[in-house]
């Protein structure tokens, strides 16, 4: 079965207008929110839906087992939705909304964006912005930087990765619970003051599967 393609009305820059502010208010993008249920992520995704109407019939299938298991036991699953930049120029960059699922909620959600400012102006001073200098064993250097809004619902943070080697150089956000950021920061290497070698660089993101398991 192949993955579907979302067809999501907002593109990552309008999206952005229709963030939470850094308040009390649950932290999100384009209508989702972290914390919102499965329930209401699926009426929010379409796409998500009309693809758990296909998996009822084809339920063995790899990526349906993960997408029945976060819908109907809880389990931890990443979705993602892909929208060519411009469908009239199909070798641009694709715009990927990465959700994932785990115990019946949404935890985290990752984009590319192409406006910096239109984030911090949302944000307002990150509370951390820490810039980190890499070197590639051909001698290459660049410097990656991080910068993360500590909230009381939810970390955001906008990691822009200058690897020469990416094809796509645009910061990618991240929106996540409390308890995702702090899963992931355990189990992130942290990235020392300069890399000697390219890959303890960041990967590229620009291309993510439609529905898979996460790792537990």
């Given at each position: 079965m192949q993955p579907r393609t979302a067809s999501l009305v907002l593109l990552a820059s309008s999206a952005l207008l229709q963030m939470q502010s850094a308040g009390s208010n649950p932290?999100?993008?384009?209508?989702?929110?972290?914390?919102?249920?499965v329930r209401v992520f699926l009426r929010l995704e379409?796409?998500?839906?009309?693809?758990?109407?296909?998996?009822?019939?084809?339920?063995?299938?790899?990526?349906c087992v993960h997408l029945l298991g976060a819908v109907e036991k809880g389990q931890r699953a990443e979705i993602s939705t892909v929208i060519p930049t411009d469908l009239d120029h199909p070798d641009a960059f694709n715009d990927t909304y990465n959700f994932v699922l785990d115990a019946g909620k949404l935890v985290r959600i990752a984009l590319s964006v192409n406006d910096v400012t239109e984030v911090i102006r949302t944000y307002g001073k990150p509370t951390s912005d820490t810039v980190t200098p890499y070197q590639n064993t051909s001698g290459a250097k660049w410097e990656n930087r991080i910068r993360l809004w500590?909230?009381?619902?939810?970390?955001?943070?906008l990691d822009e990765d200058n690897n020469p080697?990416?094809?796509?150089?645009?910061?990618?956000?991240?929106?996540?619970?409390?308890?995702?950021?702090?899963?992931?920061?355990?189990?992130?290497?942290?990235?020392?003051?300069?890399?000697?070698?390219?890959?303890?660089?960041?990967?590229?993101?620009?291309?993510?599967?439609?529905?898979?398991?996460?790792?537990h």
């Open positions: 932290v999100g993008i384009a209508n989702h929110h972290i914390g919102e249920s379409p796409d998500a839906r009309s693809e758990l109407e296909v998996c009822d019939q084809h339920r063995t299938e790899i990526q500590d909230t009381p619902t939810g970390f955001v943070t080697r990416l094809k796509d150089h645009r910061p990618l956000l991240v929106i996540e619970s409390r308890e995702e950021h702090a899963r992931t920061s355990a189990t992130t290497p942290k990235s020392a003051g300069t890399a000697p070698a390219e890959n303890q660089s960041s990967p590229d993101t620009a291309s993510r599967p439609s529905v898979e398991s996460a790792p």
